[in-house]
């Protein structure tokens, strides 16, 4: 039987017998250092350095226009990761075989966000409003109304809605809902306090280590930081901050602290207790620690000035307290800044 082009021609939808659809290595390669290169931009704009200045309305809204930007750069990396592994895999779709740059996947998912019909894509074609869009997909081969939609598919067809990493987007959403929490007494404890509690507290491996009222989780991302297989107990009454910490993958083992009594004590409680159940919250901590067991606390200064500390006082001095003074500006630099004077508490249990 003599052979002719015509037996080679194969169906599109058959990937395996398309002798024109080959793996190619080395396209793929650069589409996925494409990507890599947008990570250092991602990371900054969904940790945006203006959400950890004062807290105003304005700084807010920035803050959160960055995060959102972020989050779509990661969606647009994804899919530029999807083209890539569609090269790797020699199953690559006609219309996405021309796709070199960021830019024309971005106008691509930029497309879709619209939710067009053909006959919308074919007036943004027309129009002069995304010219450069249209002129970016152009010159990776597609042309139509019909060729942008059937990229966009075929983009999604590899990139599955699970794929995107939706835990990161909601704690970005609630991270920047409690910037200026005004409810209860919420001041989260900066990185130089949070690193000076745990040297103060002088941790070992084996310990079972207790974070009553742990806010966002401040102290406790620094605890497993430098202890990562230790065992961190937390609790929070908050119900936005503990979606936070259950979202960061912290252990959460009571609501309000003061009904936390639990069968096993503890070798260290670090803390930075509410200043409104201050005194209530270090007592509490104490009866919950083992013999030897460590203490380390924030405590406003008005414990050694205010007449009304005085049993308190006392009994930190009955135990031998280590006091040390903060930065009188330490504070200032929270997500919700304070210029309340602090100092810490240190007390090891007889």
């Known amino acids: 039987m003599q052979l002719s082009l015509f037996n080679l021609i194969v169906a599109d939808n058959n990937p395996q017998l398309n002798i024109f659809n080959t793996a190619s290595s080395d396209k793929a390669r650069k589409l996925r250092e494409l990507a890599q290169s947008m990570q250092d931009t991602i990371d900054q704009k969904k940790n945006p350095a203006i959400g950890n200045q004062r807290v105003t309305r304005r700084r807010k809204l920035i803050a ?124 989260p404890t900066p990185e130089p306090v949070c690193n000076r509690l745990i040297q103060l507290a002088a941790i070992e491996p084996n310990w079972r280590i207790l974070e009553p009222s742990a806010g966002n989780g401040n102290i406790a991302e620094y605890i497993t930081k430098y202890y990562p297989e230790i065992q961190l107990d937390l609790v929070e009454i908050n119900p936005t901050l503990r979606e936070i910490l259950e979202l960061k993958g912290f252990n959460l083992v009571g609501r309000d602290f003061l009904e936390f009594n ?13 200043f409104c159940q201050l005194v209530e919250h270090i007592y509490h901590a104490w009866e919950l620690l083992l013999s030897g067991g460590i203490l380390v606390s924030i405590v406003s200064e008005s414990v050694f000035f205010n007449r009304k500390y005085q049993k308190f006082k006392d009994w930190l001095d009955d135990n031998g307290a280590y006091v040390e003074k903060v930065d009188k500006n330490a504070f200032l630099s929270s997500n919700n800044p304070t210029a309340v004077a602090t100092r810490i508490v240190k007390l090891i249990k007889p």
């Open 64 to 187: 959160q226009g960055m995060i959102e930007d972020g989050i779509e750069l990661e969606v647009i990396k994804s899919w530029l990761l999807a083209i890539a592994e569609m090269w790797e895999a020699g199953n690559i779709p006609e219309v996405l075989r021309g796709i070199k740059r960021k830019s024309q996947v971005e106008a691509l998912f930029r497309l879709s966000q619209r939710k067009p019909t053909l006959e919308e894509i074919q007036e943004i074609i027309t129009g002069n409003y995304y010219e450069e869009w249209i002129k970016s997909l152009n010159r990776a081969g597609i042309h139509t109304p019909k060729e942008i939609l059937s990229a966009i598919a075929e983009i999604k067809k590899v990139v599955k809605p699970e794929k995107i990493d939706t835990t990161k987007q909601r704690l970005n959403d609630l991270e920047l809902e409690i910037i200026g929490m005004k409810s209860g007494d919420f001041f």
């Open 262 to 274: 639990p069968n096993d004590k503890y070798h260290a409680s670090i803390m930075n207790p509410a």
